[in-house]
């Protein structure tokens, strides 16, 4: 299991990046691009523990990342009013020649890359604290389990 992970978790994260990038052209996007990536972090989680997947990624940045998310899309929407007069107004300008491109689509990427890593950390955080939670429980079952006294 560690040697597949240790192959094929670029490999993921950079198949997640590439749904972000081009979700504008095929299906994709912010959501599946940031499931799929966190797919990653979490294969590198179950493969290797929390200390290899803390190396990856701290908890404490990706709760920072998380917010930086959150902050990103809302500033996207705010710069579509400051600029266009009217929240989330398509700001940046697209030219016929990028048709098809990665610029083709005005603010669809930066939306797409901020959903993405909100996305991104939102899940493995639930995934960690799950696991935590999880081993917390057992760690008390197995000590009550362990202090039972014995019956006349």
Not at 57 to 66: F, H, I, M, T, Y
Not at 76 to 87: K, M, P, R
Not at 116 to 142: D, P, Y
């Amino acid at each position: 299991v560690k040697t597949v992970t240790r192959w094929l978790k670029g490999v993921i994260f950079l198949f997640g990046i590439y749904i972000v990038l081009y979700g504008h052209l095929t299906p994709g996007g912010g959501f599946a691009g940031g499931v799929i990536c966190a797919a990653a972090f979490i294969l590198i989680t179950l493969a290797y523990g929390a200390t290899e997947a803390n190396r990856h990624l701290p908890r404490r940045a990706a709760e920072k990342l998380d917010s930086a998310g959150a902050l990103a899309f809302l500033a996207i929407a705010l710069l579509g009013l400051w600029f266009g007069g009217v929240f989330f107004r398509n700001f940046i300008g697209t030219s016929p020649e990028s048709r098809f491109r990665l610029t083709s689509a005005g603010m669809v990427v930066p939306c797409n890359l901020a959903i993405a890593l909100k996305v991104l950390t939102s899940l493995f955080l639930v995934f960690v604290m799950l696991s935590t939670l999880h081993i917390v429980v057992c760690g008390e079952g197995r000590r009550r389990m362990g202090r039972r006294r014995p019956g006349p």
